[in-house]
């Protein structure tokens, strides 16, 4: 019996997020190390703490560091923390990035842009912590999906452009709109991320970038061109991505990445109507007009964008009502149900 108690005290616990089962892992696997859940084989992750912060789970990982879900004991709350990777502790420009990028975010208010809450050195370790939305990203709707529909595509974008107008405001540019930066929490509100290529200065003169940034199948065509880069660019980025979750399909498909970026200086995209039938006028207008190849022929204004959105979520809320109540009529023989 002593020894079965001596076994248990090496030994900790640590519930799976893929089946909800409790393992018990020896205390002394490193931190942020996995193992294989008993039950469903799902990576268990050992906890780390960090300040009043517990790492719990991954959520992702990208290029600065990784994202872990964890819990706050002092507030008692689920949160967010970016642990930046330990390779990049002495990079003096990777430091600035990331303290850059907290910061950014940090100075925006809006229900769509993640919130900031903390960032922080301690025991050598950088850190951001924030909002937790871990309900997977417009990119893996999309994966899943296929095709989003329609009223989510226009409520979406409605949103994230608020949220960009926000950010304008603050003279802020976010520089790479893509499925990947939209997360959802659990009650699908979407939230935008990665504020880590920002610029603050409401224009970017690209003669003066040595490189141009950017994701190739968002990308807007004055980037590409090297010519002045402003909110126009961000709005051409977004009207690419609600086209993706709209359609399945992103503006421009190449078997190349230069023939893709070339699509954006010199094609234009198929109309999202003439992609999917099912997909209204108003609404593929609305986007088609968004990625104009010239800014000037764009919407000149986040509200005049939201407006044209909006007027398309309208119409198709109409045109939804007038099918439910023609399938309702059919339904009932055309009778009204106060009549014999």
Known sequence: MSGLMDDRKHLRMVTCDGCGVKNFIPSDTPPLSTVACTRCGYQIMMPMQLKQFELRSLIGTGGMGSVYRAFDQSLERDVAVKLMKSELLNDPNAIEAFGREAKATASLNHTNIIHIYLYEEWEGKRFIVMELADCGSLDTRIEKEGVLPELDVLDIGIKIASALATALKHNLL????????????????????????????????????????????????????????????????????????????????????????????????????????????????AIIKALAKRPEDRYQSYDDFIMALTAARSQLLVGMLKQKSKTDSSGSGGRSWWRL
């Open 174 to 285: 976010h520089r790479d709109i893509k499925p990947g930066n939209i997360l959802f929490n659990k009650e699908g509100e979407p939230k935008l991320i990665d504020f880590g290529l920002a610029y603050k200065g409401g224009s970017v003169d690209m003669y003066d970038e040595t490189e141009v940034w950017g994701t190739p199948y968002y990308i807007a065509p004055e980037k590409i061109k090297r010519e002045r880069e402003d909110f126009l660019s961000d709005m051409y980025s977004l009207a690419g991505t609600l086209y993706h979750a709209l359609t399945g399909r992103v503006p421009f498909e190449a078997p190349t990445i230069d023939e893709i970026i070339s699509a954006h200086v010199h094609a234009q995209p198929i109309p999202p109507h003439q992609v999917l039938e099912t997909i209204t006028i108003p609404t593929s207008e």
